[in-house]
């Protein structure tokens, strides 16, 4: 599909990127199922968009973060295996049976109110415990299991599907230490468990990197989110990848955001640009004007440093990123009208700009800079 001329901006999904990127990390896990993480309106991909691409992938998990985002799939016909990673609210435990969703736990009262919303609603409903295992986000002591498997055991309704973690240093490090550490609790878990005769079918604690990474994190689930998208979890993953002489994922970015020019116009030597007055130009100075600001997510520390493709070429932001506009010199850009294309994010000719880029500009990371594109501006497969 290609962007209508009515479209102002509007972010391209690549069809071929994302059904490659499927198909490395499935070449690296071999039997181990894949599930596609598609929270944050797939790390603001598009939550729709993309899980028609991982249905068209053979994907049979799908990861969100909120009843909504589930409720959402299931509303557009997905019946896939939708796990909700988030917190649900009590209150809404018979929406998620309804659903036919499954939900991972780690409180009490959660299991208390499935198991009451089950036994009114006569279905039952999957869980995954989340195991607490150094994260210290969320997640269950395993101090405290006897207490929720007694609970399951009293309770027909609830399925104990999953256990789970989640590592807290993994992509930031080539150093594994922490993430063995976590994974020797969670196998010590895992162990409890099988010494109290219970048989739980689906066990996952591996996130993009730790796909990549450690094949003995795998298990039988994989939660596959950034790298499906493209994007490397960290450059100290790339580093670890190669010193551990594996061959690295051949990931293609799935992403481009792109926009159209508002306006041309030509300023003097001297003439502020923007609010703030922090850019001052040094010569008669050509700006395109282009409406896309911190609003849409363009991050306003790009300001004064960032830069946008325009015909092929780079062309600088100057001044401050408003909340609908960034200005571009565009001087030393030939033959620049109105409504010529923008590429923020992507390829144009040979120049590239990545999210990685602008993540490194802003002080943050890819997974940011992409989630934080409004979810208003629309997606499109190409």
């Not at 019946?79 to 009490?108: D, F, H, M, W």
């Not at 498997?149 to 992509?171: D, M, Q, T, V």
């Not at 926009?259 to 030597?269: F, L, P, W, Y």
């Amino acid at each position: 599909m290609k962007a209508d001329k009515k479209l102002i901006q509007w972010v391209e999904i690549s069809r071929q990127a994302f059904l490659n990127n499927v198909g490395e990390f499935k070449k690296r896990l071999g039997q181990t199922e894949l599930m596609a993480v598609i929270k944050g309106n797939a790390y603001g991909h598009g939550l729709l968009e993309v899980a028609g691409l991982a249905a068209e992938a053979g994907i049979k998990w799908f990861g969100v973060h909120s009843l909504e985002e589930g409720l959402a799939l299931r509303q557009a016909g997905f019946r896939q295996k939708i796990l909700v990673l988030g917190y649900v609210p009590l209150a809404q435990s018979s929406q998620l049976i309804e659903a036919e969703l499954r939900t991972t736990v780690y409180n009490l009262q959660t299991l208390r109110a499935l198991s009451a919303a089950s036994r009114q609603l006569k279905k039952p409903i999957f869980v995954h415990l989340k195991i607490e295992t150094g994260a210290n986000r969320q997640g269950l002591p395993t101090s405290k299991l006897d207490n929720f498997i007694n609970l399951i055991r009293k309770s027909p309704g609830l399925i104990l599907e999953g256990l789970s973690s989640h590592f807290a240093n993994i992509e930031d490090t080539t150093d594994d230490s922490y993430p063995r550490y976590q994974l020797e609790n969670f196998l010590k878990a895992v162990n409890w468990f099988e010494e109290q005769g219970l048989k739980v079918p689906v066990r996952h604690i591996a996130c993009s990197a730790a796909a990549i990474l450690y094949p003995e994190t795998h298990f039988n689930l994989a939660r596959v989110g950034i790298g499906l998208y493209g994007l490397w979890p960290s450059k100290e993953t790339l580093v670890s990848c190669r010193l551990r002489g594996q061959e690295p994922l051949k990931l293609k970015p799935v992403l481009s955001w792109r926009a159209r020019i508002a306006q041309v116009k030509t300023v003097s030597r001297g003439a502020y640009i923007g609010y703030g007055c922090t850019y001052r130009t040094t010569r008669p100075t050509k700006l395109a004007i282009i409406p896309v600001g911190y609003y849409d997510g363009y991050d306003r520390s790009l300001s004064n440093s960032a830069y946008v493709l325009i015909k092929g070429r780079r062309a600088q932001v100057r001044g401050r990123v408003c909340m609908d506009f960034i200005m571009a010199d565009v001087t030393d850009i030939p033959e620049v009208k109105l409504e010529d294309q923008v590429t923020l994010i992507g390829t144009e000719g040979k120049e590239k700009i990545s999210a990685d880029q602008l993540a490194n500009l802003a002080g943050t990371i890819s997974y940011e800079i992409v989630t934080r594109i409004n979810p208003l501006i629309p997606r499109l497969v190409v």
